[in-house]
């Protein structure tokens, strides 16, 4: 993928980010504008209950760059960015969080990256990356990693950090067969792009994680996620179904 043929998509998933979302969009824009790359900005308002969409759509009212996708309904992360994808114009697509964890200026080597795969994700086990995580965290993250190798067959050493890019054309059929909506749909995803052949390329990535926990609520959900993923890829075949145009 050269560079002088890509127009990206910067998808933005937020739930409740009023505090952050406007200095986000700002260090966003003033990255992408520099790389002189055709670029929108693409924020999913999943449902917040704050200030969140107003933040967004001010900023949009001055930039014709960024764009507002909204719905009332928190329904996650994973349908967030799906969304997202539907209404995305570019041929390379980036997904980031919304909380400023991690750092945004390392976009465009990951833009970079996908002229050698298909796609490019974040890992914070990776040698050189820069990372301020809490322990238990750290611990979550190892043994979660764990129970998605031994479900999915994927050998990736981190599937959950929020920085990732993807080449449009394989994923267009691709989330047409994904069922995931909330926080492992990153492990579905990239297990379907793993049976598909396509090529993941794991980079470092610089983030300072608060102390944000999960509760067990959420981490029973995440771990019945995994077994519906192990479940449709290994009895019923439901990724199967359907064969990407991977280029």
């Known amino acids: 993928m050269s560079l002088t043929n890509i127009e990206v998509s910067l998808i933005i998933p937020a739930y409740n980010e009023e505090p952050t979302i406007e200095t986000l969009l700002t260090i966003l824009d003033q990255i992408l504008e520099k790389t002189g790359l055709i670029y929108e900005i693409i924020v999913v308002n999943d449902g917040s209950k704050d200030k969140t969409k107003n933040k967004v759509l001010n900023v949009s009212h001055e930039n014709n760059h960024v764009k507002v996708v909204s719905y009332n309904v928190n329904r996650g992360k994973g349908y967030a960015l799906k969304k997202g994808f539907s209404y995305a114009h570019g041929n390379a697509i980036v997904f980031i969080d919304s909380d400023l964890d991690i750092s945004p200026h390392q976009i465009y080597s990951y833009i970079k990256a996908l002229d050698y795969g298909d796609v490019v994700i974040s890992s914070k086990h990776h040698p050189h990356s820069d990372v301020e995580v809490p322990f238990s965290r750290k611990f979550l993250s190892y043994g979660f990693n764990y129970l998605v190798r031994l479900l999915t067959g994927l050998t990736l050493s981190d599937t959950q950090t929020g920085l990732k890019a993807i080449r449009r054309k394989p994923f267009e059929s691709i989330f047409a067969v994904l069922t995931v909506g909330r926080f492992a749909f990153d492990v579905e995803f990239l ?6 052949g396509l090529k993941i390329i ?6 300072k994680l608060t102390n944000k926990s999960f509760s067990p609520v959420q981490m029973w959900k995440m771990f019945m996620d995994l077994l519906c993923i192990s479940y449709n890829l290994r009895v019923i075949k439901w990724y199967s179904r359907i064969k990407p145009v991977i280029r």
């Open 202 to 207: 794991e980079m470092p990535v610089k983030m």
């Open 191 to 196: 297990t379907v792009a793993n049976l598909y």
